[in-house]
């Protein structure tokens, strides 16, 4: 008997009338072999349990690898495969370039500085960057101001112009460089609507009357040119015009040279660009351009309509005592029949 039993745990066949019954499962409540005792009825030869066959039914080591593949294969719960940069580029260079283009013509715009006639405010080379936001607000150009504005009257005409490159004119039309195709100036705001302007030869520039000191100005250069056209003039300013000149006045053709053409040398406001604001490159030369303390001084002109009115106003007081007194008033003898100079009854 004792050959047998060892013959039947080695898996030996012995005789069929002495084979071992089927396992019986377990009654509830009974806890039955162990699960990891290779020698317990129905558990494989040389098994320790881990293949994945459950004897008392609970099944949890092998449902967990069945539940990992079934969320791997549910669409929703799979993790998202990033973007390879290369995918993801011209999507950011598109939008790059669309802020770009939204900056350069709403905010803020970039502009070279082509000649010497705003030496040394601004040297050739400089590049300027012009606030382009607060004349959308309805904002314009202040006495002493630095102003980007398009040529009013071929100003510009026979000056030389660089023909740019594809890349050149691309870069300058989302304003990421100075745009060639334009033709913009920038000069100094002396004058605004209004205002009466005049230089006589040597002497200090003069808005309404008022001389202007002006350290400014070019060294070496008097604040009226000495030629005839440039150093000697007088003008009023037209509402929505300005009158502009150059800080290096000798060498600046400007508002004063062109008083022959259709605006009489004026410019208009709508064609302002907008105020230069900060001097950007080179790194160098970094500053920013406010309005010189000179314009701090009250440089308003009298308006006729002002002007009428302080004038109108003694006079209205006056006949106002005269009407009061009249019917106040009773004549004697002796009164000199002035208005109001009788005594009140």
């Known amino acids: 008997?004792?050959?047998?039993?060892?013959?039947?745990?080695?898996?030996?066949?012995?005789?069929?009338?002495?084979?071992?019954?089927?396992?019986?499962?377990?009654?509830?409540?009974?806890?039955?072999?162990?699960?990891?005792?290779?020698?317990?009825?129905?558990?494989?030869?040389?098994?320790?349990?881990?293949?994945?066959?459950?004897?008392?039914?609970?099944?949890?080591?092998?449902?967990?690898?069945?539940?990992?593949?079934?969320?791997?294969?549910?669409?929703?719960?799979?993790?998202?495969?990033?973007?390879?940069?290369?995918?993801?580029?011209?999507?950011?260079?598109?939008?790059?370039?669309?802020?770009?283009?939204?900056?350069?013509?709403?905010?803020?715009?970039?502009?070279?500085?082509?000649?010497?006639?705003?030496?040394?405010?601004?040297?050739?080379?400089?590049?300027?960057?012009?606030?382009?936001?607060?004349?959308?607000?309805?904002?314009?150009?202040?006495?002493?101001?630095?102003?980007?504005?398009?040529?009013?009257?071929?100003?510009?005409?026979?000056?030389?112009?660089?023909?740019?490159?594809?890349?050149?004119?691309?870069?300058?039309?989302?304003?990421?460089?100075?745009?060639?195709?334009?033709?913009?100036?920038?000069?100094?705001?002396?004058?605004?609507?209004?205002?009466?302007?005049?230089?006589?030869?040597?002497g200090l520039l003069k808005v309404n009357g008022k001389a202007l000191d002006e350290p400014y100005v070019y060294a070496g250069n008097t604040p009226c040119s000495l030629d005839d056209q440039g150093g000697q003039f007088k003008v009023t300013v037209p509402t929505g015009k300005i009158w502009v000149m150059g800080d290096h006045r000798q060498n600046s053709l400007d508002s004063r040279y062109h008083q022959e053409d259709k605006n009489g040398g004026f410019v208009p406001v709508d064609n302002v660009v907008g105020r230069a604001i900060v001097v950007a490159w080179p790194p160098t030369r970094w500053n920013t351009l406010p309005i010189p303390d000179t314009f701090d001084q009250n440089l308003s002109a009298a308006a006729p309509g002002a002007l009428g009115l302080a004038g109108a106003v003694p006079l209205v007081l006056w006949r106002r005592r005269w009407a009061a007194g009249g019917t106040t008033a009773r004549v004697t003898p002796g009164n000199s029949g002035v208005p109001g100079s009788g005594t009140a009854g």
Do not use: Y
Not at 5 to 28: H, I, K, L, M, T
Not at 105 to 121: N, R
């Open 1 to 202: 008997m004792g050959d047998l039993a060892v013959g039947a745990r080695s898996g030996q066949d012995g005789p069929e009338e002495q084979r071992p019954a089927e396992p019986v499962p377990p009654a509830a409540g009974d806890a039955g072999p162990a699960a990891s005792d290779p020698g317990a009825p129905g558990f494989p030869a040389g098994g320790s349990g881990s293949s994945g066959t459950d004897i008392g039914g609970s099944g949890h080591s092998g449902d967990s690898g069945d539940d990992t593949a079934q969320d791997v294969d549910e669409p929703g719960r799979k993790p998202r495969k990033q973007r390879s940069f290369w995918k993801e580029l011209p999507l950011l260079i598109g939008i790059a370039l669309v802020l770009a283009l939204l900056i350069k013509t709403f905010l803020v715009q970039a502009f070279s500085i082509p000649s010497d006639s705003m030496q040394h405010t601004l040297e050739q080379g400089d590049r300027v960057l012009v606030d382009k936001l607060t004349p959308w607000f309805g904002s314009e150009p202040e006495r002493g101001e630095v102003v980007v504005f398009h040529d009013p009257a071929d100003w510009l005409a026979g000056e030389p112009t660089v023909e740019p490159n594809p890349v050149q004119r691309v870069l300058g039309w989302i304003g990421l460089m100075p745009s060639a195709n334009e033709k913009d100036l920038i000069k100094r705001v002396i004058g605004v609507g209004g205002d009466t302007v005049e230089c006589n030869g040597t």
